[in-house]
């Protein structure tokens, strides 16, 4: 009895040995996080993602995941493989962001990268891509910087000189402006440049040098904007531009009309996420920027598609960069299968030729560096909600 009580344990043991050593069957939502084991190397192809998933930059990026997950979903093979993607928070910070690129680089070893909201995240992994040879997809990341000189990143958005010149243009033309103020996020890559590009092109209409009367600056995660408010309102400008972060541009306006700052007040890009609505309120109605997409103009049949799956998927309204999310994934496979491979060089290649593009918020052809030719479309808040103003198509 004694020794089948021990062959009996020792076949329990066996058993149980062997169960723990089963591999879990794949998931299907084709979305791993770093680290995590993936399907037998060879079945999948890896898309990685670095993105702000937390820190001051949240909302964006989650705008932006949102897209990109449901091009996946819609579409999630490619040479009949398995699209897997890789997704790493960048925190929001410039050394995090560059620490998620090489982890995705060095370790995940994926095929392409798309990423991130935010130009100066984005510039941070420029050097880690570039030197790894992984093609880079951004989405919304409008700082020419980004792809200047860097053969391995390119967009899908148009960049901030044509974003600046639609915004001065918007500025003279339809507000009858002849001298603007500006109040920049100076810590940030993205509003230093748009900045400079607006005013480059507010002088050139106005003609007039001096046409910019006052000038102030602020740094991420400031709450206060009672100086620099006071410095631009003694200036007495037709309109003022304060292209920066969601938060800290809802705060900024908010506190000028208690001010009593009637003036408009108009942006970037970046002021559409359902954050700048909740936290301005009532102050930020009808605030006026620039952006890539409007759901009441859908351009391609892409368009029709994203739109309808979206709001299925989502129950709510896309956001523009969320388009452009979706556009930089589907971007990535249009390549894969034009390249015939998973091979990262052989995707850039076939990315870098990429021409008439249909996607989900327009048209795509790349320029010589890497940069989208796109229309812009400029919105309003208007009843608490993001609408469509104009479509501003470029020279």
Do not use: H
Request: proline fraction near 4%; glycine fraction near 8%.
């Amino acid at each position: 009895m004694r020794k089948i009580s021990l062959l009996l344990a020792v076949i329990l043991i066996l058993s149980l040995t062997l169960t723990a050593c089963a591999k879990p069957a794949q998931e299907t939502s084709g979305e791993t996080s770093a680290g995590e084991t993936s399907a037998t190397e060879g079945d999948v192809i890896k898309i990685g993602v670095f993105e702000p998933i937390t820190g001051a930059n949240a909302g964006g990026g989650a705008l932006e995941v949102e897209g990109i997950k449901l091009a996946n979903k819609l579409y999630p093979e490619v040479l009949g493989k398995k699209v897997e993607l890789v997704i790493v928070d960048n925190k929001s910070d410039k050394v995090e962001a560059a620490n998620a690129a090489a982890l995705l680089v060095e370790k995940e070893k994926v095929s392409a990268i798309i990423g991130s909201w935010g130009s100066s995240l984005s510039m941070a992994a420029g050097d880690i891509v570039k030197n790894g040879k992984i093609p880079t997809v951004g989405a919304s990341c409008t700082n020419p910087l980004v792809t200047l000189n860097n053969d391995y990143y390119f967009r899908v958005c148009f960049i901030d000189p044509f974003q600046g010149t639609v915004m001065a243009n918007y500025a003279f033309n339809k507000l009858g402006a002849k001298k603007a103020a500006i109040i920049q996020e100076v810590s940030n890559d993205y509003s230093v440049g748009l900045a400079k590009f607006f005013v480059d092109a507010f002088k050139e209409l106005t003609g007039d040098e001096n046409s910019i009367v006052a000038t102030s600056n602020y740094n991420t995660g400031d709450q206060d904007f009672t100086a620099q408010l006071t410095n631009v309102s003694a200036a007495n400008p037709d309109v003022i531009f304060a292209p920066g972060n969601f938060t800290e541009s809802a705060l900024l306006i908010k506190q000028a009309r208690q001010l009593g700052i009637n003036v408009p007040i108009i942006g970037g890009d970046t002021w559409e996420t359902p954050e700048f609505i909740d936290i301005g309120q009532e102050d930020v109605e009808g605030a006026v920027f620039s952006t890539f997409f409007a759901t009441e103009t859908p351009i391609t049949p892409e368009s029709e598609k994203f739109l309808e799956e979206y709001r299925k998927e989502y129950n709510k309204e896309p956001a523009a960069v969320t388009a452009l999310g979706y556009d930089a994934y589907i971007l990535i496979l249009d390549a894969i299968k034009r390249a015939g491979s998973a091979d990262p060089v052989a995707i850039r290649d076939e990315i870098a030729k990429t021409k008439d593009f249909m996607g989900a918020a327009g048209v795509i052809t790349l320029d010589e560096n890497g940069d989208a030719v796109k229309d812009a479309v400029i919105k309003v808040v208007q009843d608490g909600k993001f609408t469509y103003m104009d479509t501003v198509k470029p020279q």
